[in-house]
């Protein structure tokens, strides 16, 4: 048996070692059949065949099929076929068993022989004499032996192939099992049991004689038989049939499995039967709708998922999920369920699409149809000891629980038209939210609460009452509360949003929901607003639960979680993000949530929670969710680079391959293959190709499961593949691939140094031969470069100078002599660039520029009586005046016509005025000579403003808005009468921007509004 040994024994170790560290979770015994989690896959899927007459889980965690068209190995996903035209050594492709033994082997039988998995297909084992065996089941010893058995009798494997030992039986078998120091042999009629190395026979008599013995199996301390006339176990080395009467007596059992929580499961002829200990607890026909038709064998996987195969509805999945649904099954008459409400007895009130049903001791009875109502939609119910109010879509009635019928008093008509989305008990009366606003039932007719364009007028979805007696209204348009005679808004929450739901909680503060997926959580006027963005799942909050420090929410998309101190937390900054996790989802594509459908409506009675169990409508029934239940997948999934493709051909991989590629072999495919079987669809994989890219890519189709490579260079590569299962627990460690792709010639070291000697000594050979001729080109270019050379200099003196001359004449004034303003702009940056690093010196500290703007007074008066050639020889005598009383380094320009801008280097502030005053004076004095020989004597105006004109703020004005401050100061004091000078100064109280948005408005106006001071002189 080496043969099949050293390698599978490894892979064996490894997948049991990965189970004894994973809390799988059977399926939970008080469980009904329809009540678990259930998927199926037939001949749609990739099934072979619709028969499956034998399902293992393989060491590598695949769950293997054997079907009547060969035996297919699934991951969850996808199907690989094996029959003989894939393994052309398998024997028949009719498989009646399937089975793994210690070493991790897969073993197959067929009606034409055994056969063993091995090198990626399936291999026959015969006899050693190459007859046909028709094989029914294997077993192992606990010595590792295989048994086989078979038309022939027990056989044994010895030297590759199934050979019969003497003593064995030799009657035909149908099964074989090992027990301890034990073996049980079945076959018609009869039981072989071997111990101590010798063989019993125990015949079956009386009606047991012509049973046929299908399988064995050990169960609560006993050896169970599966026989063609019933279920037997041993007792007082005596075989017994277990009978209940009038419901298992002698069907034809065909499979038989123990699950972890102690459920024997049979798979008898016409139904599936559930026993725990010695009682019957289930019995699923066939016909039921939910059933998995003549089940032929089962198994339990590493998740604690069962899987039933089928005669004739393929292959299916169950676990436990963590909810209760009671529908069809319990007897409900319309799953569609608008509204649940529970009694003072315990029962629950369903409110359907179709009439009213009450749910109690398991089962629904239907009170109402939907033709009896005023519409057939019972939306909202509030239950009571004599009656349970009722409304539809279209009115309200009562139904009478003494007499079982629908009472509807005329007082009730005025809300005919209405739908009432909720009914509660307020102050003595009954208040009903409604489509067309708030009512209140006071016992003899219907009183409107708020005309229709009033606040709670119209379109109200629920009302609550709170603990200490506020009425809150939910709307469309936001939440309300009860002043005592209107309704008044509730600030600061879900303003103009349409609330669905509303729940005080036990520390007083209020939930609320709306219909655009916002939790708010508050008391008071103090709310807090929480969406997707903070953390919860996309979910519009139907109605919400509290239980053990979590809260509940429902709503179309499902049920989440959310743990209630989480929520200071993330408000302080503790986390991230709060912890909101889905259980149920409607779609199922959601990690860690339970597919199935929920949750309807949004108004009263639309879930309750009791005892910490949340009871919920749906579109499937009810939904009863019971927290402690839940139990999370903590198996994490097992996964394999299990194929690739090369020139459009997949190829197998088993595990340890590593590949050497020839160096065309460029365009790759891989297939991997996860194997969480929970809820693959939720399965999330990751993959990343070192050597390539090493970062970790998202597969795009996670349910595809294969990447794609095009192109690759040559070198060598690590495939790693991970994956997380249902619940997001990821693999410790990822499965890899490791493949080397050939180079081609040109890619190889050697071609490269061959081509990087070639390369260098053409680039050797290049240089010489262009050394030389440069060479000889250097010896002519000598010559000719001294003689230009000389040109050149003489030429570049005489371009200096041109340069000179004709940059100083742009920046003065043809006229004057003085610098024009293009000089200014050119120079004045660099200097107050260096004034203000100067500013922060201590000798600086009272230390400003000063811009002065003069203009001669009348000065076109000369100009008009003199002539303008009179008026240039004013200006040229004005501008050399101006020159000889500012001091070496101040800046003396002409600004324009007969104005002129002096830039004054820093001096003290409190000199200002002085030099101002200085300057008006000596122009007032001095006598102006003109060609002709006439003295004229003429005045000026100045207009004064100091830089920077905000201290604190070098920067808030510019250069240029300081002379517009100088400007206007220039108009203030020609309008004041000429021959003097103003000083415009900001106010110590106006802010820079404010003076800087106000530069464009009159003098005046900056004085009125005491931005700026002016002095006079």
């Not at 042999?185 to 046929?212: C, F, N, T």
């Not at 009571?384 to 003494?402: C, H, I, K, Q, S």
């Not at 002043?483 to 669905?500: K, Y």
Request: charge should be negative; proline fraction near 5%; glycine fraction near 10%.
């Amino acid at each position: 048996m080496d043969r099949f040994g050293t390698q599978s024994l490894v892979v064996l170790g490894l997948f049991v070692a990965t189970l004894a560290g994973v809390p799988a979770h059977a399926l939970a015994p008080d469980k009904a059949f329809h009540q678990y989690v259930s998927d199926t896959w037939s001949l749609e899927e990739g099934l072979p065949q619709i028969s499956v007459n034998a399902v293992v889980q393989g060491p590598r965690g695949y769950i293997w099929a054997g079907t009547q068209a060969g035996v297919a190995r699934f991951d969850g996903v996808r199907f690989t076929v094996f029959d003989p035209r894939t393994s052309p050594e398998m024997p028949g492709m009719f498989i009646q068993t399937l089975f793994v033994d210690s070493r991790g082997s897969i073993w197959a039988g067929t009606y034409k022989g055994a056969a063993v998995f091995r090198d990626g297909e399936f291999h026959g084992v015969d006899d050693g004499f190459g007859r046909e065996i028709d094989a029914f089941q294997f077993a192992e010893t606990a010595d590792g032996e295989v048994l086989l058995a078979s038309d022939q009798g027990l056989m044994r494997l010895a030297d590759d192939a199934f050979v019969q030992f003497s003593g064995d039986p030799e009657d035909a078998l149908r099964s074989v099992f090992t027990h301890r120091d034990r073996i049980f042999a079945g076959g018609y009629g009869v039981i072989h049991v071997q111990r101590d190395g010798a063989w019993q026979s125990m015949p079956l008599k009386g009606e047991l004689e012509p049973a046929l013995v299908n399988e064995f199996i050990d169960y609560d301390g006993r050896i169970w038989a599966a026989t063609t006339r019933g279920l037997l176990y041993l007792e007082d080395d005596a075989w017994k049939r277990f009978e209940v009467p009038g419901r298992l007596e002698d069907p034809v059992i065909e499979a038989l499995h123990a699950d972890r929580d102690g459920n024997l499961w049979l798979g008898a002829a016409g139904r599936l039967v559930r026993i725990q200990g010695r009682e019957l607890i289930e019995s699923v026909p066939d016909e039921a709708p939910y059933a998995h038709g003549s089940v032929l064998d089962m198994t339990e996987d590493h998740e604690g998922n069962l899987w039933l195969g089928s005669r004739w509805d393929g292959l299916a999945r169950l676990w436990n999920g963590w909810v209760f649904r009671y529908d069809k099954p319990e007897g409900l008459h319309n799953s569609l369920v608008w509204t649940v409400a529970r009694d003072a007895q315990g029962n629950v009130w369903t409110g359907t699409m179709d009439g009213l049903a009450v749910y109690r001791d398991g089962r629904f009875e239907q009170l109402t149809a939907g033709s009896e109502q005023p519409h057939p939609h019972a939306y909202s119910v509030l239950p009571e000891e004599d009656r349970v109010w009722v409304g539809t879509r279209t009115g309200l009635y009562w139904w009478n629980r003494a007499e079982g019928r629908i009472d509807k008093p005329p007082a009730f008509s005025p809300l005919d038209s209405a739908q009432v989305n909720g009914i509660i008990r307020f102050r003595g009366d009954y208040w009903l939210a409604t489509t067309e606003g708030v009512w209140r039932w006071d016992g003899e007719r219907m009183h409107r609460m708020a005309p229709s364009g009033d606040l709670g007028g119209r379109d109200v979805r629920l009302l609550y009452k709170t603990e200490d007696g506020t009425l809150l209204v939910g709307t469309r348009r936001g939440l309300l509360y009860w002043q005592g005679d209107r309704f008044e808004r509730v600030e600061g929450v879900a303003s103009e949003r349409d609330v669905t739901a509303i729940m005080e909680l036990s520390d007083g503060r209020l939930a609320a929901g709306t219909l655009d997926e916002k939790l708010y959580i508050g008391r008071g006027s103090t709310w807090h607003e929480f969406g997707v963005e903070d953390g919860l799942p996309v979910n519009s909050p139907f109605a919400f639960g509290e239980a053990d420090g979590r809260l509940w929410v429902a709503g179309i998309r499902g049920i989440y979680e959310l743990p209630l101190d989480s929520i200071q937390s993330y408000l302080d900054g503790e986390i991230e993000a709060l912890p909101g996790r889905m259980v149920l989802h409607e779609r199922g594509d959601v990690t860690g949530a339970q597919k199935g459908y929920c949750c309807n409506g949004a108004g009263n009675a639309k879930g309750f929670m009791h005892e910490g169990e949340f009871w919920l409508p749906t579109r499937g029934g009810i939904v009863h969710l019971v927290p402690e239940r839940i139990k999370r997948n903590a198996a994490p999934p097992r996964v394999h680079v299990d194929r690739i493709r090369i020139d459009a051909q997949w190829r197998e991989l088993e595990p340890g391959t590593s590949l050497d590629l020839p160096a065309d072999k460029r365009d790759l495919a891989f297939g991997f293959a996860v194997m969480s079987y929970q809820d693959p669809t939720s399965v999330r994989v990751e993959y990343r190709l070192e050597g390539f890219r090493d970062e970790w890519q998202k597969l795009d189709e996670p349910m595809q499961r294969q990447a794609f490579y095009t192109n690759l260079p040559s070198g060598r590569y690590s495939l790693q593949l991970r994956a997380s299962n249902n619940a997001g627990i990821w693999v410790e460690k990822p499965a890899s691939l490791e493949f080397r792709i050939q180079p081609y010639l040109w890619e190889t070291v050697w071609f490269q140094i061959f081509l990087l000697i070639v390369l260098l000594m053409l680039i050797w050979l290049g240089f010489n031969y262009r050394l030389r001729s440069m060479q000889r080109r250097q010896r002519m270019l000598e010559t000719t470069v001294a003689e230009r050379t000389d040109e050149l200099r003489v030429a570049n003196e005489h371009l200096r100078d041109y340069s000179a001359r004709l940059e100083t004449a742009s920046m003065t004034d043809p006229l004057t002599g003085l610098w024009n303003r293009r000089y200014l702009a050119s120079q004045l940056p660099a200097d107050l660039a260096h004034f203000h690093r100067e500013l922060s010196k201590p000798e600086m500290g009272r230390s400003v520029m000063t811009f002065a703007v003069i203009d001669i007074d009348h000065f076109k008066e000369v100009n008009d009586r003199y002539g303008h050639d009179a008026g240039d020889e004013v200006l040229r005598q004005f501008s050399r005046l101006l020159v000889q009383l500012v001091r070496t380094g101040d800046y003396v320009v002409r600004w324009g016509g007969e104005e002129f801008l002096i830039v004054f280097r820093p001096m003290f502030a409190g000199e200002v005025n002085r030099v101002a005053a200085r300057l008006i004076e000596e122009i007032r004095g001095y006598e102006f000579l003109l060609d002709s020989g006439t003295v004229v004597r003429l005045t000026a105006s100045m207009g004064v403003a100091e830089y920077p004109p905000f201290r604190d703020h070098p920067s808030a004005l510019s250069w240029s808005q300081t002379v517009t401050l100088a400007d206007k100061a220039l108009l203030d004091i020609k309008q004041d009468g000429r021959d003097g000078w103003c000083r415009v100064r900001p106010t110590s109280w106006v802010e820079p921007v404010t003076l800087r948005e106000h530069l464009d408005q009159p003098l005046r106006d900056l004085l009125e509004a005491e931005e700026i001071s002016v002095e006079r002189g």
